[in-house]
């Protein structure tokens, strides 16, 4: 979502960079740029003013740091300045009653029965007791909708198909909870194509029939200033304790995150990443910010790698990196592991720089990887186990055997050397997938450690090197003497 304007806003510090110093006519200029990227992603126009001012005073009022450059210095100011834009840290849902309950609305089309699921999958993943809870009694199919995502994520949900008084329906599902220890009730409201008088009446009956603990907005992100002007309607109806935003995952311009707290006041609690319904994050501010700025967002990364990835697996995985025998099944689980984390690209893009990797993979053929599968699995059980088999032959046959021209077979095979090095060599993509900690300090160029450092020298490169320069220097020598 936020592509273009981290593009825009890596060119204003990428000329930031070739200045020796902040002055007030390089500052300037910068903060002209990055208000018409702000203005371009569909920021407020008073939101985006008040930002620009406030990096603006702090910059010129920045002292000179010998150890930074201009441009790393505005990067730091932008960051912080986003952070407490976006909400300076992350909100969690405030749930004191037993049952709790959280009330879901929105327009129509907003992702909102679908969120109500995710939000629910995640409440049980965290160990509570959930009951969703059809409120939407005007949508041909909502309430099967709803009923066809509680099977699928084993969440029981309440219905009345006879009756058209949600808020009855709503205190009869409390009312069931607290019979069955249920912990979270999710109420999901009826939406409409526009807000009118009747949905804001019947949402504030519900209100008052169950006083829930979260009102919770479902705002579609992609509709930019127009979500920020729905939330603002919403909010002096029904008091909004926080907002929801879908779509995140699209290509649309974000100006609705950027603006959406400042305007209501309200934070930001969670945002839909895909289709999934185990695509809904928590939303972290920080993490945010570090994304939009290119600085990555390793974190998340480290945390989805941890729900996704075997332990068993990686605990096996980190002994055979020690003993240095990475073979061809372990790259075929890494290949698998890899597609379960969205594959490259996505990886990348949650790293320091790499969304400009990322963007030299998008040509890539999502074929690719279901090929390099057959390859490998068209080799001998011995091939697989002892990669240093492999000669010309050998890729011969597997090539008629998966069916794939032997280019492709060597292609892979290069691809597998380069990947036992990044797996070797103390790189995040061995750490990650191995579980093991990542390193704090990441070496230049390497993307957020994902290739790790520099190949460590065996013992006789070590020996033929002194030896070079044992002759070199006896050279020097010589031609020193030959001179007087």
Do not use: W
Request: aromatic share 4%.
């Amino acid at each position: 979502m936020f592509e273009s304007l981290s593009d825009k806003l890596h060119d204003v510090f990428r000329k930031l960079r070739g200045q020796s110093t902040l002055t007030e006519g390089n500052i300037a200029d910068a903060m002209r740029e990055i208000r018409l990227a702000l203005l371009d992603a569909d920021v407020n126009l008073q939101i985006a003013t008040e930002f620009i001012e406030a990096v603006r005073s702090e910059c010129i009022g920045q002292d000179v740091v010998r150890s930074v450059t201009p441009g790393q210095q505005v990067v730091k100011i932008v960051h912080d300045k986003l952070v407490e834009l976006l909400g300076g840290g992350a909100s969690e849902l405030n749930l004191v009653s037993h049952p709790s309950v959280i009330m879901v609305a929105g327009l129509h089309g907003s992702g909102k029965t679908t969120t109500s699921g995710k939000l629910a999958l995640k409440l049980r993943r965290d160990g509570k007791k959930v009951l969703l809870v059809a409120g939407d009694v005007y949508r041909p199919a909502a309430i099967d909708q709803l009923e066809i995502i509680g099977r699928e994520i084993n969440v029981p949900v309440h219905a009345e198909r006879t009756s058209v008084n949600v808020a009855a329906i709503a205190m009869n599902a409390v009312e069931q909870a607290a019979r069955q220890n249920v912990d979270v009730v999710i109420i999901d409201t009826a939406g409409r194509l526009q807000i009118d008088e009747s949905m804001v009446q019947e949402l504030v009956r519900i209100r008052q029939a169950v006083h829930p603990d979260e009102v919770l907005l479902v705002a579609d992100a992609a509709l930019g200033q127009e979500a920020v002007s729905v939330a603002e309607h919403f909010h002096k109806a029904l008091d909004l304790t926080g907002f929801i935003l879908t779509k995140l995952d699209g290509d649309a311009r974000g100006g609705a995150a950027l603006s959406i707290r400042k305007v209501t006041g309200c934070p930001v609690k969670f945002i839909g990443m895909g289709e999934k319904l185990d695509a809904l994050e928590v939303f972290y501010p920080e993490r945010m910010a570090g994304r939009i700025l290119g600085m990555g967002d390793v974190v998340s990364l480290v945390e989805k790698a941890a729900a996704e990835i075997d332990e068993a697996e990686a605990k096996k995985l980190q002994e055979k990196l020690r003993k240095n025998q990475f073979d061809y099944d372990d790259f075929l689980s890494q290949l698998r592991q890899i597609s379960k984390l969205g594959g490259m690209e996505s990886i990348l893009k949650f790293l320091p720089g790499g969304r400009q990797l990322s963007g030299m993979l998008s040509g890539v053929d999502p074929k690719h990887f279901a090929r390099m599968e057959a390859v490998i699995l068209s080799m001998t059980k011995a091939e697989r186990a002892n990669p240093d088999l492999m000669d010309f032959s050998r890729k011969k046959r597997i090539a008629r055997g998966a069916g794939v021209p032997v280019e492709l077979v060597s292609n892979l095979v290069k691809q597998f050397e380069t990947m036992r090095k990044m797996m070797k060599h103390n790189g995040m993509l061995g750490r990650l997938m191995s579980g093991a900690p990542l390193p704090e300090n990441a070496a230049p160029g390497t993307f957020g450690g994902l290739l790790g450092g520099p190949a460590p020298i065996s013992k006789k490169e070590q020996e033929h090197k002194k030896r070079l320069a044992k002759l070199a220097k006896k050279e020097r020598a010589k031609q020193r003497r030959r001179r007087k």
